[in-house]
Every structure is written in C-alpha cells, then in structure tokens.
C-alpha cells in the first residue's frame, strides 16, 4: 500500500508536555505534507516540507523528513487542550495525487 | 477568502433518492478534489478537476457522479447509494496539484438509510 503510516495511533498527554508522531512511507515522494482534524469537521493544512528538505518550523511545530529512511515526525512542543485532534501525514506522489496516512489521534489532558 | 464551503453539511437519503453535495471555492484554485472518508480512517480520494476537466477517478462507482459546472463550483451526484456509502465526504481546492497547500470544506455528513 501507499498509504502512510502513522504511530502512534492514539496519544494522550498532559498540557504543556511535547507530543511527537511518526509517519512512514514506501513510496517516493515529492513533498509531504501535516494536517489537523478536528472532530470529524475538514482538515487544516499545517506545515509542508519539500522532498529536499530536512527540517522545518512554524510556530509550536517542527516537521523533520529523513527521506533516506522514508520516514516524517511532527513535534509539537508545549501542548494545548485545544491540540486535542487528529494529525494526518499526506504523501504527495506527484500531479494531484495527495494520499494520506492512517493518522494519530492526539488529547491533551487540561 | 480563504473558506471553501461545502453544502449540506448533514443529508440523510434512501436508497433510491437522487442528492447532490454543492462545493464552492473563490481563491481562484484550479483544482478541486472530492474524498470520503469514513470514521476513524484517512479521507481517501475520490475525485480530481484541474481546469475544470476531470484528472483522476479513483475507481469510484458510478452511483457517484461529479461534475464542475465552472471553477468556483463543484458538486457531486448521488444516486442509488448503498448503507455502505455512509460517511463524511470532503471537498478541498488547490493553487496547483500536489506540493501547494489545499483548502478543506467542513464536509457533509451523509447517512444512507
């Protein structure tokens, strides 16, 4: 399968702690991209990170691709309740075809 | 502008009814996508326009039909669906294809009894 996968499945962390998940691929790819889900509503593009890119941030989170090992984390430091959701790795394969992975649902104990 | 609006954001149809889920974007994206996604799991990819031409099909059954009447607009034609067919579709929009970020719509949740 293309599909990325994701550990951990479920992650639950106390606010203010770090929260760390792994998305790894088989497939090549051009860029790779994080998104957030909140409750069942529509996915909010987080961060994007080129194939030729290593590590990348934006704000709370940090993104890291090590491409020789097809794999991908996403960091996000000093946790919030309202981090409370689903976070989806999303492989872009080339043209307009964006496959997902299985996703880490994330709660953070207030 | 930054919304992509999806309408209904709940339907519940029979079997036999016709429905039609309406996406609308004004970023000035030329490309739009349609995916389901059941729960607990991925959106999967259902549907891509670019220019307003049909890109990728993935296979979908023809109980579902898209269509993008311009390139603001979107819908996808529902009939004769299955229990099975239940769950949450989403619509999205993009500059370009992949390596640029997509717009998601809060989706319709769709129940088929």
């Known amino acids: 399968s293309q599909q990325g996968e994701e550990d951990p499945q479920a992650l639950s962390i106390q606010e203010g702690e770090n929260a760390t998940m792994n998305c790894s ?11 957030r889900q909140n409750s069942g509503r529509g996915l909010v593009h987080l961060i994007l990170i080129r194939s030729n890119e290593r590590e990348k941030h934006s704000g709370r989170l940090r993104v890291t691709l090590d491409t020789s090992k097809k794999s991908s984390s996403l960091l996000i430091t000093a ?9 989806f790795c999303a492989l872009d394969t ?17 | 502008d930054t919304e992509v609006t999806q309408t209904p954001k709940h339907l519940v149809m029979g079997m036999t009814n016709k429905k039609s889920l309406k996406c609308e974007q004004h970023m000035g994206h030329r490309a739009m996508y349609w995916y389901k996604q059941k729960a607990k799991k991925p959106p999967e990819l259902m549907f891509v326009y670019s220019y307003e031409k ?3 099909n993935e296979s979908v059954p023809s ?15 529902l009939h ?12 999205a929009s993009s500059q370009e294809g992949t390596g640029t970020e997509a ?9 088929v009894v």
């Open chain 2, 80 to 91: 004769a669906l299955q229990p099975e067919d239940s769950a949450l579709y989403l619509c």
């Open chain 2, 54 to 56: 049909l890109s990728i």
């Open chain 2, 103 to 111: 717009f998601f719509g809060q989706g319709t949740r769709l129940t």
């Open chain 1, 94 to 110: 080339g043209g307009f075809k964006t496959i997902f992975g299985a996703g880490t649902r994330l709660f953070v104990k207030a």
């Open chain 1, 79 to 87: 946790s919030r309740a309202a981090d409370t959701a689903s976070y």
């Open chain 1, 25 to 35: 691929y088989k497939t090549s790819i051009n860029n790779l991209q994080w998104y």
């Open chain 2, 63 to 77: 109980r579902f039909s898209p269509e993008c009447p311009n390139s603001s607009l979107l819908n996808l034609h």
